[in-house]
């Protein structure tokens, strides 16, 4: 199993290597620059910023130094916000999406789990079709259309909840985790659904029955564990593509995270964020990936022996 | 795993293609499976009308695409305009139709190219095998890491906006997962006798790859196709949101959308319609594909 | 079979959850809120001021900073030498309480106050304002405005990196608290000028604590190193989510400042900047969404602000390329806009109708009204041009960036080309980024364009047609017009004289109509009632310092 995951996080460097390349380059070539704006600037104050931005320098030059300054943990300074570095602006805004990302993923489990668990029971009728109408809204419906009717409804004429922020006003961070939670709910209701089905009609099941056990013992305790396997596997990309999918949320709800730094970035051209968000955002994936694969290895026995055996 | 094996167990007597397409115990089954749920068959009549609308818009669209009526500007749904104006005088129906066909085009090409890119790459890697295979692979988990909304931006954003940029885009994004499915199911197939039996015989790869294992394989691509479209249709309307979608004065669902959300309350029918509209569209597709993925009993491997 | 029975227990189990978590979900919620005060209620009782404020500031260093959002929150943070009277703009002592000015209006002499300190206590002195300016002017530093300074005598020469010694340039300090300045030619606005960031003096010591004099990427503007000059200080600074200013206890005049602090939000999105201020989040927005506007002037209008703002929305044309290198067919499209229309039906009546160039009303000037709406002058005119109703016109784009008024506005235009002249014109949005690279590179047919004015001078939009000004970019060459902005008008007599100038200016302009005027900009703002003190102003200039807060 050690040598699984230490062969895996060695093959990610060349991968995090192709990914860094493809968007300096990608990002380079993108037209305009970052300090063109409503006002031309002077060519004379155009060249100082260069210089102070090393953007004088020859391309190759500055992806070289780029690297070098990465592998010493240094993103650089931002373009756009020139006292801020790019560390520390992950640093702010990484635990805030990291934060509505779990939250987001809780509700997507309790929502996305009853549902699935509910209408795998009796699959193909009424109560199978409106729990999973229920769990696929998310899907069904953009998020910046989910996120405003849900704000126009809780915040606006039940005044419940406030409109925006986050940790600004209490309550405020239900509304977006919820709205971005949905979109999960969805998946995970599938899954549980098909994990239960299959699971239902296991032997083991029908043994656990047969020997007369409560019929919510039988689900909650036997098929619910299995059930939930897919879900589990699941649970890596998922968190995964909800940190770099938070941007809509965070930019309806005015959230200070990591997905509405990115974007806009690259509206703005700030290629150092830009580069700092691609790379650190790329190692988390390949991270999430992995570990997801490692957990389902590992609730898995007959993968367990075969990764054991490698 | 163990249900895909039955699927194949099935299919695995038959090796040849029009045999295959000339219906068989397996696409007989499916069909009863799906009548049996009928949500799935309800959004599949469902999808077959608005198609068909979207196909005859220019035909039958009440009024010009572009008419404008600024005296009028935003006016609620009535008997002249069945869902109302914009802001600009311009009938709402009208617009949603001529929306329908781009969002539908936008799903339906991507896919198309995610389709072509995924079973291609996913046949070739799963079939070649080896270092081939590996290599192949590695370049999709490359790809996966990459951030892909922004990747998307950064694409719109560099080569600016273009119909057809946006699906190849949007393609490029989605053929991942298919590429994976399709490579995990002709791995297996591979294996299975009757293959062995034409290589023996000496078809040429490609022929084998082209009359037996993409026809076996067809089940989760079916599926998983059907599950794209949505993905697709979402993230076109989300780079609408960001004002890297469709030009104006073209339109699409999405694009009404994110300029209906900005009037919900003053002007809620440009929202409520093209909103219900993609939302049925898209509950449908989601529902088709979930049937489909029950009646052909296919698990998928990563969704 | 007895599973569905057993089957249903579950779904009642399940049940029971679901209805633990909406009763959980509800409680929490009308716990939190209910009848809470609100953000402004709390800021009218505290004196704090909530200012939806738009963008996050990419720099509060005056001679790093460039845009509205951040000039909002340094008219906070620090005074000029001469400020600017809160309503009428004229311009007022500020950290200088007098001054001079010679006879040939080249030499100005400026007095320090004595009382005027840096929000530590240090005082303010003369050899401030000549180091914060030598700063300004460092080629090194990149300052975007330091052409806001070009005025003073060799001071382009310096910043472009022509001449090396400050001590050439025209500013002196004459003792601690007397300052020098010397122009290259007398300007007529010189004052005005000192009230902009470029002009502000910042607080060397700090600066030099924390990085090089040039450094942009200082950490000096952090909440607890920030020194400055205003009526507030730098509090707290939370990217993306607020920057607060209090009350800086050294100002000299910080009996007239009723705030105790601001509080500044950054809000891409106009739409939860509204719902914000409608449940009582802020006090202020930075702009109106357009849809809004209708409910707002209907149902609470002492709540929305529209006053005269010293700026124009234009199209403009891209002289290279046929066919606008022709006059006529300029003047034919220029001619089938209807302005009316736009502004009633398009712009909801928030905005003026543009006549000229410049906006209306600065510095006393009324610009002639050369600007027509007629459809049968427009058609004759592009007949003439050698296009007949709108026959073998060929395809031109009209360039945009992404935003839905602007998009609104081009469809509306797009439709009277066509209806008035049988022309048909593609609509181009481009991500602002890649427009303005657009814009600047000449690529482009017809394109979108808004100038709003640093200061009250007419001269400010006219030298937009100038061929060597960067802001052109329309290709538009008239060495008649150059010498009538370069020399002409620098060499008017008299005030009156100006003014005539200008108008000639304008005639000429807009006869060659490289620019197409289609609006004059107003402010579109939101702002609570509870809010006094906050005048309107034809620059947009905050002067906080008199905003008081109650009901």
Known sequence: ?310 | MTASNSTLNQTSTMNDIEQFESGNSLWHDAWVRLRKNKLALVSLFVLIFIGVICLLTPWIAPYGYEQQDLALGASAPSAAHWFGTDTLGRDLLTRVMYGGRVSLAVGLIATAVALTIGVTWGAIAGYTGGRVDAIMMRLVDIIYALPFMIFIVLLMVVFGRSLLLLFLAIGAVEWLTMARIVRGQVQTIRQLEFVEAAISIGLSKAAIIRRHIIPNALGPVIVYTTLTIPNVMLLEAFLSFLGLGIQPPESSWGVLIANGVESMEEYPWLLIFPGLALSIVLFSLNFLGDGLRDALDVRASKD | MNINIKASLIHTHLKQAVRLLLITVSVLAIVSCGTRETRVEEGNRLGIFHVENSAEPQSIDPHVSTGVPENNIMVALYEGLVAKHHETLEPIPGIADRWEISEDGKTYVFHIRDNAKWSNGDPITAEDFHWSWSRALDPKMGNQYAYMLFPIKNAEPFATGKLDNFDDVGVRVISEKVLEVELENPIPYFLQLLDHHAAYAVHKDSILEFGEKTDRFSKWTRPGNMITSGAFRLKDWKIYKVLKVEKNPYYWDKESVSLNEIHFYPIENFSTAERMFRVGQVHKTFEIPLNKVDVYRQESPEKFRNAPYIGTYYYQFNLSRPPFDNIKVRQALSLAIDRDTINQSVMYGIVEPAYSLTPPGAAGYQPPKLIEFNPEKAKKLLAEAGYPNGEGFPDVELLYNTNESHRKLAVAVQQMWNKHLGINVQLLNQEWKVYIASRNNLDYDIARAGWIGDVVDPINFLDLGLSSNGNNRSAYDNPEYDKMILETIPQSQTHEERLANFAKAEEMILTDLPFVPIYTYKTKYLLDPSVKGLSPNFLDHYGYKHVTLGN
């Open chain 1, 1 to 310: 199993m050690l040598r699984f995951i230490l062969s895996r996080l060695l093959q990610a460097i060349p991968v995090l290597l192709v990914v860094i390349t493809v968007t300096f380059f990608l990002v380079r070539f993108a037209p305009g620059g970052p300090f063109d704006g409503e006002r031309k600037v002077d060519p004379s104050v155009l060249k100082a910023l260069e210089a102070q931005y090393n953007l004088d320098q020859p391309l190759m030059s500055q992806y070289f130094s780029f690297l070098g300054d990465l592998v010493q943990g240094d993103l650089g300074p931002s373009f756009k916000y020139p006292g801020r570095s790019v560390n520390e602006l992950i640093g702010a805004g990484f635990p805030i999406t990291a934060e509505l990302g779990i939250y987001a993923i809780l509700v997507a489990l309790l929502i996305g789990a009853i549902a699935g668990v509910f209408s795998a029971l009796k699959p193909n009728s009424a109560r199978d079709y409106i729990s999973m109408s229920t769990a696929m809204i998310g899907i069904c419906m953009p998020a910046f259309l989910l996120g405003p009717l849900l704000i126009l409804i809780f915040g606006i004429w039940l005044e419940w909840l406030p409109v925006s922020g986050w940790g600004d006003l209490p309550g405020d961070k239900i509304l977006p985790s919820v709205t971005l939670g949905a979109v999960y709910a969805a998946y995970v209701a599938r899954l549980s659904r098909g994990g239960m089905l299959e699971v239902l009609s296991q032997d083991y099941i029908r043994t656990a029955r047969a020997k007369g056990l409560p019929e919510h013992v039988v689900i909650l305790k036997h098929g619910l564990r299995a059930g939930m396997l897919p879900v589990v596997a699941y649970l890596g990309p998922a968190f995964a593509g909800i940190l770099s999918g938070s941007f809509v949320i965070e930019s309806v709800f005015q959230i200070q995270g990591l997905g509405r730094f990115y974007v806009l970035a690259a509206f703005n051209r700030d290629y150092t964020l830009i580069m700092g968000c691609t790379v650190f955002l790329a190692t988390l994936i390949i991270v999430f990936n992995l570990l997801s694969d490692v957990l389902s290895a590992y609730l898995n026995p007959r993968l367990r022996s075969q990764l054991g055996g490698k």
